[in-house]
């Protein structure tokens, strides 16, 4: 029979417990953003934000199930599901970026309502300042949050392929039949 070579990431991890890994972290991230976002909704807030935070807890609700999923069929070596995990990954990305965008989008535009709201009617400038000056960290977290998920999750759709591909060899090579006989 045929070795498979197993496949790294990180110069000597295993893409298997890269998987398993990746996929809990989803699990485990995803649950909370959703809870943490569940709980932001029932504050009462702007209208634009209200969506744009619906959205989100929607995606990351929609995070955990992928990754509980992917969690099981990396643990129990199933290829069709590691399959399902990866395309749902590839799914997600997208769908996340697109809905990050949004959301960035609503921030921005609705920054000087922030700002307005932060000042009520003082007039001094230094309180002016530091709304402004907050409302701007706050763009820049926002920004720099999207950015470093949306990295992460590209970074585990690569991980979750190689599994792919790695125990797609091994069903490939389980089948192989070696012809001692053959001269």
Not at 6 to 23: D, E, H, K, M, Y
Not at 120 to 136: I, Q, R
Request: hydrophobic fraction near 45%.
């Amino acid at each position: 029979m045929s070795t498979v070579r197993t496949r790294t990431f990180c110069c000597c991890i295993p893409v298997r417990a890269g998987a398993i890994l990746i996929s809990l972290l989803g699990f485990l991230g995803g649950g909370t953003i959703t809870a943490v976002g569940i709980i932001s909704l029932i504050k009462p807030s702007n209208g634009g934000n209200k969506t744009s935070l619906i959205i989100q807890v929607c995606v990351y609700a929609l995070l955990a199930i992928l990754s509980l999923f992917g969690l099981i069929g990396a643990i129990a070596k199933k290829l069709g599901m590691v399959r399902i995990y990866f395309g749902s990954l590839m799914f997600h990305l997208f769908f996340s970026i697109g809905c990050g965008i949004y959301a960035i989008y609503n921030t921005f535009k609705d920054s000087p309502n922030y700002v307005r709201e932060c000042v009520s009617g003082s007039l001094d400038p230094s309180v002016f300042k530091t709304c402004k000056d907050g409302s701007t960290l706050m763009k820049a977290l926002m920004i720099g949050v999207f950015v470093i998920a949306w990295l992460l999750e590209i970074w585990a759709c690569v991980i979750v392929q190689g599994y792919s591909q790695q125990l797609n060899e091994e069903a490939r090579n389980k089948n192989l039949v070696k012809d001692t006989e053959a001269w």
